[in-house]
């Protein structure tokens, strides 16, 4: 039972601790990644897959044994996808199903200002042209949030956006493979000389930094630079539906969240008492308008 809900308790209870700081969350979920993506980890993982076989393996038997199918690890519409949404919609938070890569998304919102950053912990973020990036956002009570904003980081590495682009593909991303060998200190020189990773490649020295065999880099820098076509839905929050959010996590689930609940509803009344106190101030300072003092 652990197992299947830890996933639960802990959205719940880290949405809430947002929702009570007057953050407003947006979920996005992954979709089908891009073929590019798919090679790439597939690559990536090839040394893992005993091991990670073995520990899949052992989820879905405890899995099985709490009343899920294997389905449970598996995809985006598994149970444990499904039962996040859930969450998600009775606390009256936009989720959102992504076409494709989540991160690419993301970056999409905050170019057209939906939203005002990305929270994750992948960097190619940046790459797909979100302005600002938040790291180690996990609502702890203290803990160093990380932001990034990709203009100040530009900046600093004296790039245009393109050719942090072709950085990133230097260093490594999910669409292709890297030049082995080659740091990030001489990745950056290189690109802040050459500029493109085309002359790049013809500055390097091949025997200590081999350049990948059909290397697509130029897909990669493709997948980062263009432009996300989708349909971008209204983001709309509403109120928490407590009486079905209750059930589902008390009787469904067997997580203990009522009190939890009446200390957000505390919270939120008291919030509302505020806006309304300082509404009615500054009513009051408008009307009452300080003039110059006459002599």
Not at 34 to 49: D, F, G, I, R, Y
Not at 106 to 121: D, I, M, R, T
Not at 218 to 243: G, H, K, M, V, Y
Not at 261 to 278: A, G, I, P, S, T
Request: aromatic share 8%; proline share 4%; glycine share 6%.
């Amino acid at each position: 039972s652990h197992l299947v809900c830890s996933h639960l308790t802990g959205l719940f209870f880290r949405t809430l601790h947002f929702l009570e700081h007057d953050i407003k969350p947006v979920f996005v979920f992954d979709g089908t990644p891009p073929a590019q993506k798919k090679n790439e980890v597939s690559m990536q993982a090839a040394a893992l897959t005993v091991s990670w076989t073995s520990f899949a393996m052992r989820l879905e038997k405890r899995a099985k044994t709490a009343g899920y199918t294997g389905s449970y690890i598996k995809g985006k519409d598994s149970p444990h996808i499904q039962d996040c949404k859930r969450i998600l919609q009775l606390l009256g938070v936009p989720c959102i199903q992504a076409p494709g890569d989540g991160e690419a998304f993301c970056a999409q919102l905050v170019k057209e200002g939906k939203v005002h950053a990305v929270a994750s912990e992948d960097m190619d973020t940046m790459p797909f042209g979100s302005e600002l990036l938040i790291r180690q956002f996990d609502a702890k009570k203290e803990g160093d949030v990380m932001e990034y904003s990709l203009s100040k980081l530009l900046d600093i590495l004296q790039l245009t956006h393109k050719e942090f682009v072709d950085l990133c593909i230097l260093l490594g991303c999910d669409y292709c493979e890297k030049i082995q060998g080659l740091g990030p200190r001489r990745a950056l020189k290189l690109i802040q000389q050459y500029k493109t990773i085309e002359d790049v490649v013809l500055h390097v020295n091949r025997k200590t930094h081999p350049i990948p065999v059909s290397w697509k880099y130029q897909e990669a820098r493709r997948l980062f630079l263009e432009t996300q076509q989708s349909d971008q839905p209204d983001l709309i929050w509403t109120e928490p539906n407590e009486e079905e959010l209750v059930h589902f996590l008390c009787e469904e689930k067997h997580i203990k969240v009522r009190g939890r609940m009446q200390k957000f509803h505390k919270m939120l009344q008291e919030r509302r008492k505020e806006r309304e106190e300082n509404s009615k101030q500054a009513r009051m300072e408008d009307f009452f308008r300080v003039t110059r003092r006459r002599q």
